[in-house]
Structure formats: structure tokens, C-alpha cells
């Protein structure tokens, strides 16, 4: 049992003279904390595949993507109908031409006001319900 004992203490020191090491050097991947520029793209385009979340106000979340095809031709339905019933109330208020006239005119709950300026043609659109005001100046516009 010894000489078994030797053996194996003869074996594991030999085995020590063979072996090496190295040492260990951390180095970070991501580069806001010292690692390598080149990994930027590579890590933000797994965080945006790895990104489940949406901006509930961002308006490009649902753009037709989930509609099927009858809801899909519903929507474009409504869009022409709507556009025709713009084109219809444009031509009643200003005429076939669509000469812009001076004056005020109300669509629902939009109040256009038309006057010349020293700037050119302004158009103020009002909306009632919310009061937001946009302002549209046509320049040398008559």
C-alpha cells in the first residue's frame, strides 16, 4: 500500500512540473464600459430584437400591420369617401377654380380665416375643440 501511496505522490508531482498557467484579463464587451467600439451595432441590434415593448403614442405601431384584407379595403373606403367629402366642401367654399378668397369659413369644429398681408396670403385654421392654431402664409400669394 505504500509503495501505491509513492507511486501516486511520484505521478501528482510530476504531473505539477507539466502543467502551465496564464493569467486571467477581464476585458468588457460592451463599449460604455471600456470595451470594443466595433461591438456597438452588433449589441444594439440584439437589445432592439430582444425589445418587446411599443410607445402606446407612437403613431407607426399600427400601420395596416394587423388589419386583414376586408378591414384593410374598409379603411381605404373610408379614406376616399372622406377625401371626395373634403374635395366637394373645398369646391362649395372656394369655387371650381380653387381660388382662395378672403373671408372666414368654418368646417365642423375648424374655423379658416383667409386674409392678405404684407407677408403674402395667410390662412389660420382654428380647431374649436382643442384650440390649436396653425398658420399657413402663401408668399406674393393673392
Do not use: C, H
Not at 504531473?15 to 493569467?23: E, K, L, R
Not at 463599449?31 to 466595433?38: I, L
Amino acid at each position: 500500500m505504500k509503495k501505491y501511496l509513492l507511486f501516486i505522490g511520484i505521478i501528482a508531482l510530476m504531473g505539477t512540473g507539466f502543467s502551465s498557467a496564464q493569467q486571467l484579463v477581464y476585458r468588457p464587451v460592451n463599449p460604455m464600459f471600456g470595451g470594443d467600439t466595433f461591438n456597438y451595432q452588433q449589441l444594439l441590434a440584439s437589445a432592439q430584437a430582444q425589445n418587446s415593448f411599443t410607445d402606446p403614442n407612437d403613431p407607426f405601431n399600427d400601420l395596416l400591420g394587423d388589419l386583414s384584407e376586408v378591414e384593410r379595403f374598409t379603411e381605404n373606403l373610408n379614406r376616399q369617401l372622406l377625401n371626395q367629402i373634403s374635395r366637394s366642401l373645398f369646391t362649395q367654399q372656394f369655387g371650381a377654380d380653387g381660388a382662395l378668397t378672403p373671408g372666414t369659413f368654418t368646417f365642423g369644429s375648424l374655423v379658416i380665416e383667409i386674409f392678405q398681408s404684407t407677408e403674402g396670403l395667410v390662412i389660420d385654421i382654428l380647431d374649436t375643440t382643442n384650440g390649436d392654431l396653425t398658420q399657413v402664409i402663401i408668399p406674393g400669394g393673392n
